[in-house]
């Protein structure tokens, strides 16, 4: 069975950094395409970044301050952000697909709340 198991995140100050994880299994990670997605307080999901064999892409809000990466090695995708504001605070979701902005598989999300 898929799982994609979400760690990191909790409450940081604005202007912080965090690092969120995704441990997969389940599945062969190395031929996925993975995302993270977040979900803020009464909105709908929005794509964050995404990573696959061809590249890094980022959603425009990013600028700079997220970095994806994966371990195939140890079927790992991390997200790490830096320089959050308060409009970060969201639910962040890994999702994995046989292509990109294809989801066949959502982890249960964690939490990342920026607030002084």
């Known amino acids: 069975e898929a799982q994609l198991v979400e760690s990191g995140g909790g409450l940081v100050q604005p202007g912080g950094s965090t690092r969120l994880s995704c441990a997969a299994s389940?599945?062969?990670?190395?031929?996925?395409?993975m995302t993270w997605v977040r979900q803020a307080p009464g909105k709908g999901l929005e794509w964050v970044s995404s990573?696959?064999?061809?590249?890094?892409y980022y959603a425009d809000f990013v600028k700079g301050r997220f970095t994806i990466s994966r371990d195939n090695a140890k079927n790992t995708l991390s997200l790490q952000l830096n320089n959050l504001d308060t409009e970060d605070t969201a639910m962040y979701y890994c999702a994995g697909g046989e292509r990109i902005f294809e989801y066949d598989y959502w982890g249960q999300g964690t939490q990342v709340t920026v607030s002084s």
């Open positions: 990573i696959n064999s061809g590249g890094l």
């Open positions: 389940g599945f062969t990670f190395s031929n996925y395409a």
